[in-house]
């Protein structure tokens, strides 16, 4: 299976931040990578695919990067609403896997 | 618009069988893959498998052949059994939209293994 690494496994920041989280992929999964935000009690919500595309209707704040085997999510400007957890995902081979998660909470 | 509705028992006792439906609205289910996933509590997710509507299925070896989907063409739905549960069976499962990049999810829905 494709390990994926993430990290920080968690953090605290404050409104207006720049925020980055890394993931890494085990092997080459060229640019075929997503990024999930998910809230407590919901269903993770699709925001990037393909590495760096973004998805219909997320804000701009959201970016991505990457390929091969690292990859890098940004929100540009954290806003109250991002408070969430994010979850990277490969899928260029099967089992599709995730990454263990991100928290992030308001400093 | 596109909405994935989850249904099913939501406790299952050790060694039985857990079944579970997604009902989709707003799409056909002929026109996409169809994945489900599950989340165990305050962990992360797993993808369990997916499923064309022609047949092609994928699952994931973490479940040792436990995992069966199908779909109903004709109910618009497609369906998850895992036999042989024990409590690491305990999750969320969500059911979503496509294979790759899942782009619609269900609300999920938990169910606990236990006596």
């Known amino acids: 299976d494709i390990q994926m690494t993430q990290s920080p496994s968690s953090l605290s920041a404050s409104v207006g931040d720049r925020l980055t989280i890394t993931c890494q992929a085990s092997?080459?999964?060229?640019?075929?990578l997503n990024w999930y935000q998910q809230k407590p009690g919901k269903a993770p919500k699709l925001l990037i695919y393909d590495a760096s595309n973004l998805e219909t209707g997320v804000p701009s704040r959201f970016s991505g990067s990457g390929s091969g085997t690292d990859f890098t999510f940004t929100i540009s400007s954290l806003q109250p609403e991002d408070f969430a957890t994010y979850y990277c995902?490969?899928?260029?081979?099967?089992?599709?896997?995730f990454g263990g998660g991100t928290k992030v909470e308001i400093k | 618009q596109v909405q994935l509705q989850e249904a099913g028992p939501g406790l299952v006792k050790p060694s039985e069988t857990l079944s579970l439906t997604c009902n989709v609205s707003?799409?056909?289910?002929?026109?996409?893959?169809w994945s489900w996933i599950r989340q165990p509590p305050g962990k992360g997710l797993e993808w369990i498998g997916y499923?064309?509507?022609?047949?092609?299925?994928n699952y994931n070896p973490s479940l040792k052949s436990r995992a069966t989907i199908s779909v109903d063409t004709s109910k618009n739905q497609a369906s998850l059994k895992v036999t042989s549960v024990t409590a690491a069976d305990t999750a969320v499962y969500y059911c979503?939209?496509?294979?790759?990049?899942?782009?619609?999810w269900g609300q999920g829905t938990l169910v606990i293994v236990s006596s």
């Open positions: 092997q080459d999964i060229d640019n075929c």
């Open positions: 995902q490969q899928y260029d081979y099967v089992p599709r896997t």
């Open positions: 499923i064309h509507y022609s047949g092609t299925t």
């Open positions: 979503a939209r496509n294979g790759d990049r899942f782009d619609y």
């Open positions: 707003g799409d056909s289910i002929s026109s996409y893959y």
